[in-house]
């Protein structure tokens, strides 16, 4: 477990005894301020290794879409963890260099940077909007190479190195991720888990398998199928009815199989990429998925956005598919007893849980008008750094809330997930299929058609294949 992860269960249990000791806290105040130091001093300070600087009042301005915007920005105190960490990180980095951090949000951040760009305009230091959005946007010739920016780090821990790499073409970066946005954490993929109906069935403690590497499809399948139950006894598969696992048709099926370690894209040695998608490891995961969406009773897949979260939410499967924000829509208020958990591997030689952001999570660019990139450069790394010193932690306190607090399992799991996310070049680059490309999300059509990958995939290569070519050729012509 991170020292991030454990200071806050440290700092949560310290709490906990406070609320507890009431009125009776006088006699303890030396033991709480010795509780206190004990806490701060788990949590590993990383210096951002930036120089001093005077900006003299100068404007960082950040681009953020409108529903993202809770959890990148904060324009006053409220009281409410999250914001005002999101508030105070401002404030610090503002008065470290005499600058000031100011953000302009939008309902379309997409269209904002087309008429900036077009406009020749340096209005934004940095800006956001969702990852797959900004993949498809490559072609416009909106950005820079993020690696051109100084002072920027890659290397270090709020710039999640799995995702930055793998977005990276020939030592070209254009889109990355930061912790200077805590949404592109709220958009990963895990599952939850009933742990009342698991003391039901007599099932064994989900943490324990998921810590033991055990969670994988085989063991999900011992664990879910036996789950289905005709509740409401009118002989229909409903929601009425109790089952193993919910998922959608919509999303669920392609983010399956990067779970599973498939990839869309292999990168090679010279730093360009091979095409992977077709194998027969991709052919045996889609007949496991079509006959698990098809076939079994016990699992309930439907041709609806959220559909594992909205039965989960219902109390009626074991397990739900969802993402990490969901907990925040209700499941924290809910009477359910349930685990965060990651996706379940393709087997245990897998060797580690995979988990993918979103479509729509938050990533970064920098705008090709943007002007003073030493001042951009510092500013994004100290508002990165303070993020991943404060601001992460009142997510897990803020969003997560206070069931988890009382579950260090959960905890464990969250960090869990959060270490194993990845994504793929051809996913974010890859676009949909309306805009010529579309191999990461055809499995999801594939899984609720008739299953056949091979097919499918031939009739559609030629395309994404002349579409991935003028992908990279953005990044080959890239002058700066």
């Given amino acids: 477990m991170s020292k991030r992860i454990t200071s806050f269960l440290l700092l949560c249990a310290l709490l906990t005894s406070l609320a507890a000791c009431g009125e009776a806290q006088t006699e303890t105040t030396a033991d709480t301020d010795a509780a206190a130091e004990t806490v701060v001093e788990t949590e590993e300070v990383i210096s951002d290794d930036l120089p001093e600087r005077d900006f003299e009042g100068k404007v960082f301005t950040s681009l953020i879409p409108s529903w993202t915007a809770g959890l990148m920005a904060a324009e006053e105190l409220n009281g ?16 470290r260099f005499n600058a000031q951090v100011v953000s302009h949000i939008v309902d379309d951040a997409g269209t904002e940077m087309k008429n900036v760009v077009a406009a020749g305009d340096d209005l934004y230091q940095i800006a956001s909007d969702g990852i ?5 946007n490559l072609m416009q010739d909106w950005y820079l190479n993020a690696r051109e920016i100084p002072y920027l780090n890659f290397e270090q ?5 799995a995702v930055t790499n793998e977005l990276t073409y020939k030592d070209v970066t254009f889109i990355f991720i930061s912790d200077y946005s805590i949404a592109s954490m709220d958009m ?58 919910a998922l959608d048709f919509k999303g669920d099926p392609s983010t399956i199989t990067f779970s599973f370690g498939h990839r869309v894209l292999q990168r090679q040695d010279d730093g360009t990429f091979k095409d992977v998608f077709y194998d027969e490891a991709l052919v045996a995961q889609v007949e496991w998925m079509y006959n698990m969406t098809h076939n079994e009773d016990a699992v309930n897949c ?44 393709y087997d245990e030689a897998q060797g580690r849980y995979i988990s993918t952001l979103a479509g729509s999570a ?34 897990y306190d803020n969003v997560l809330s206070y069931k988890l607090v009382r579950d260090e399992g959960n905890m464990e799991m969250v960090e869990l997930i959060m270490d194993g996310r990845m994504y793929d070049f051809g996913y974010v680059y890859g676009a949909f299929e309306s805009h010529g490309g579309g191999a990461s999300f055809w499995i999801n059509d594939i899984v609720k058609g008739n299953g056949d990958v091979t097919s499918y995939y031939q009739q559609r290569k030629s395309n994404w294949e002349n579409y991935m070519a003028k992908v990279y050729e953005k990044f080959e012509t890239y002058e700066g």
């Fill in 302 to 345: 439907q041709d609806a956005w959220n559909h594992g979260y909205n039965m989960f939410m219902l109390g009626n499967t074991l397990a739900g598919y969802a993402r990490i924000n969901m907990v925040s829509w209700g499941m924290r208020d809910s009477d359910i007893d349930y685990a965060i958990i990651p996706r379940p591997m």
């Fill in 362 to 395: 938050d990533a970064m660019v920098f705008l090709k008008t943007l002007g003073d990139r030493e001042f951009a450069g510092i500013m994004l790394e100290a508002l990165a750094a303070e993020s991943y010193r404060e601001c992460v932690t009142a997510y």
């Fill in 188 to 245: 990963t993929d895990c599952m939850f888990w009933n742990r009342d109906l698991a003391e039901e069935y007599a099932l064994e403690d989900i943490y324990d398998v998921v810590r033991e590497g055990k969670w994988t499809k085989d063991k999900l399948e011992e664990m879910c199928l036996g789950a289905y139950q005709d509740v409401n006894g009118d002989g229909i598969r409903d929601e009425g009815d109790r089952y193993g696992v």
């Fill in 132 to 136: 797959v959005s900004l993949g498809i």
């Fill in 157 to 161: 821990p709020w710039y999640p190195s």
């Fill in 80 to 95: 409410e963890v999250l914001n005002d960490a999101l508030y105070n990180r401002d404030r610090t980095v503002e008065e």
